[in-house]
């Protein structure tokens, strides 16, 4: 929703208001202005209040404290695989400039791990898709179910792939 601030610039620059589609027949004052933001305060209020889409707060709150950095790519520059990361930029297009929050063991076999920092790392688009499609994050050719994991136990290293299945099997408890 924008601001009365940019709802005013908007009008000022594109002689028409955001919410409608044409030009107005008359310039408005600076009162007319208020009042046609103050209504489309309240038409995008009531347009929320539909929307079946929630904005999930906790999940974004979740991401926000993670690395702002695709794991994986990480993890290969650490073991230089710089082999591996120039074919997922090839492979992966513009879909690796975008980062997701990536479930490590799934929503749907995990719903109580949701919102567990230790299941929830940044992947590039790319990876993430393959990952989830069983494909490698790197060309996405078919693997395994052990080799997913793999890649999994790759990315968040050893220790942390262990703790969390842990976690995992005692029901999202801390162990």
Not at 64 to 81: D, F, G, K, T, Y
Not at 92 to 119: C, E, W
Not at 120 to 143: A, C, Q, W
Request: with cysteine.
């Amino acid at each position: 929703m924008l601001s009365r601030e940019e709802y005013k610039e908007f009008y000022k620059n594109r002689g028409r208001c955001p919410d409608s589609k044409t030009a107005v027949k008359q310039k408005l004052n600076s009162k007319q202005l208020d009042s046609r933001y103050d209504k489309y305060v309240e038409k995008q209020k009531r347009i929320r209040e539909k929307s079946h889409f929630r904005l999930d707060e906790e999940w974004i709150a979740l991401k926000s404290q993670l690395v702002q950095e695709c794991a994986l790519i990480r993890a290969l520059r650490n073991a230089n695989r710089v082999t591996d990361i120039n074919a997922i930029y090839r492979n992966g297009t513009f879909l690796v400039r975008n980062l997701d929050g990536a479930h490590v063991i799934s929503r749907q076999k995990a719903p109580f791990m949701k919102y567990d920092p230790d299941n929830v790392v940044m992947l590039n688009r790319y990876s993430h898709s393959m990952l989830d499609f069983m494909k490698s994050p790197i060309d996405g050719t078919p693997i395994t179910k052990e080799e997913q994991e793999g890649w999994w136990k790759f990315i968040l290293g050893e220790e942390r792939w262990n703790r969390l299945n842990e976690k995992f099997r005692n029901g999202g408890q801390d162990v």
